[in-house]
């Protein structure tokens, strides 16, 4: 048996389920990026609102690169469960917030129609650093861009435009710095380019806010599907499995309504800036460090690396380091943020691989260590933490094992021929042909 709508009833008493009728709300948000993640945060969040009352905000789902969700979610009509895990205690609930997933390229008529409903009033995306087709300087890379979700945004938005219905808001849940402006000012330049007629309407109808998130959620194993099949006495082949903990920092700057998430623990303010700063140089910092100097130290998961004596202490320095560059953002308790991170980081429960971490840095160090390091450097402070922590990214690109990577195969490569010092060339200053991978940031080489 499998969870779908018709064997919903069948699931024992125990397991938490939403009480909304779900036939009768309406999809109000458009999801590009639907993975693991986002089943386990904005989903969720959406779910808990929705059971208290919230009307129409159900989800469409699009997923741009694999057809994995569509199959796994559709056939469960968008049911799915979620398990929130520590020590030897789980629990775990039917999230009914997921109307529907369509793969962005064979169905982009169909992303388009969602959009340009009348009751579609939120686009938000989960695409991952690398989704949103930036060139080397920052800008938008157009001929990337016409893979990802740009011309259906567009398409979208033109139609709503042309049926004169209100505008939506683009809501970017990635860890990336200032993810709303990011998002703003690359939706512009498609739209300046591609489609100059939106420009004025999205500049007056359309708010980009900007969000930090976070819930360390593991990509789940068919062991974790097994064992929840037991329980259940039905499977769940879409299934997440996450921490208790979650955290939601969104500016409040909505242009059409938002589901009450500040009702299920959300929190509305004026300004994310300093909650994600600590949140990307502390917490994700320490991640990625842990990723590549655990994987060097032969670890697999998050949670032995941070039980390696020398691993922690490591840890802990670079965090102290990463917070002393950031403003507490109010009521946060910068020393006890770090403390609660390494109690999650060895939750032995999470079972969360380094390698999924190790993944696309040339795409998440700018932001996890490079920012942190240039603001020491700009204040004539020496970032102890920086030329550890890039010495192990080199490794693992020497290493070659764990290397998943847009510019990958181009530093594995150049590593094999040319070694360290090229591959540092070519991030920090590039040549006449590719420009930097990192742009910005030449005054670390010296660090390097
Ligand atoms: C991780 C993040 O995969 C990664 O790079 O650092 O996904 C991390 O688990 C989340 O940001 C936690 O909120």
């Not at 109307?99 to 938000?124: G, H, M, Q, T």
């Not at 920052?138 to 209100?166: N, T, V, W």
């Not at 290493?399 to 070694?419: F, I, K, N, S, W």
Request: aromatic share 8%; with cysteine.
């Amino acid at each position: 048996m499998r969870l779908s709508s018709e064997t919903l009833a069948a699931l024992p008493a125990e397991i938490d389920r939403f009480a909304y009728d779900r036939a009768e709300q309406e999809v109000g948000i458009v999801h590009y990026g639907i993975g693991a993640f986002h089943r386990a945060h904005q989903a969720w969040y959406t779910d808990l609102a929705m059971d208290r009352g919230d009307c129409d905000w159900m989800i469409c789902g699009v997923s741009m690169r694999s057809k994995e969700v569509a199959n796994s979610l559709n056939p469960q009509d968008g049911l799915y469960t979620l398990t929130a895990r520590t020590g030897s205690t789980s629990i775990t609930r039917v999230i009914g917030s997921v109307r529907e997933v369509l793969f962005a390229p064979d169905e982009a008529d169909a992303v388009v129609d969602r959009i340009a409903a009348p009751a579609c009033r939120i686009v938000s995306f989960t695409v991952t650093e690398k989704g949103y087709a930036r060139a080397f300087d920052g800008s938008l890379d157009i001929e990337l861009a016409r893979q990802s979700f740009y011309s259906s945004l567009a398409r979208g938005l033109k139609r709503r435009m042309d049926s004169d219905l209100p505008g939506v808001t683009l809501l970017s849940c990635d860890n990336l710095a200032d993810n709303g402006a990011l998002l703003s000012s690359l939706v512009r330049e498609w739209i300046r380019t591609e489609c100059p007629e939106l420009e004025d309407w999205f500049e007056r109808k359309c708010t980009v806010p900007s969000t930090m998130v976070d819930r360390i959620v593991p990509r789940t194993s068919p062991a974790d599907v097994s064992t929840l099949a037991d329980t259940m006495g039905m499977e769940d082949l879409s299934a997440v499995f996450t921490e208790p903990f979650s955290q939601w920092v969104i500016e409040d700057e909505f242009a059409n309504g938002r589901p009450a998430w500040d009702s299920v623990g959300a929190q509305l303010v004026e300004d994310v800036q300093p909650y994600e700063m600590a949140k990307l140089r502390i917490l994700n910092g320490a991640h990625s460090f842990l990723a590549y100097a655990g994987l060097r130290e032969g670890h697999e998961f998050v949670h032995e690396a941070i039980r390696d004596p020398a691993l922690r202490e490591q840890t802990e320095r670079l965090m102290e380091e990463a917070a002393s560059t950031v403003d507490a953002p109010s009521g946060l308790d910068l020393a006890q943020y770090r403390q609660d991170l390494i109690a999650r980081f060895a939750e032995p429960s999470i079972r969360h691989r380094l390698s999924q971490i190790a993944m696309d840095g040339s795409q998440k160090l700018p932001q996890r260590w490079l920012d942190t390091a240039l603001q020491y450097v700009r204040t004539g402070k020496e970032p102890k933490f920086f030329p550890a922590a890039l010495d192990c990214w080199l490794w693992h690109l020497e290493d070659g094992r764990y290397v998943d990577d847009p510019h990958g195969e181009e530093l594995t490569r150049l590593m094999q021929a040319e070694g360290r010092s090229s591959v540092i060339a070519r991030c920090f200053f590039g040549s006449d042909e590719r420009p930097a991978l990192w742009h910005g940031y030449s005054e670390l080489v010296s660090k390097a």
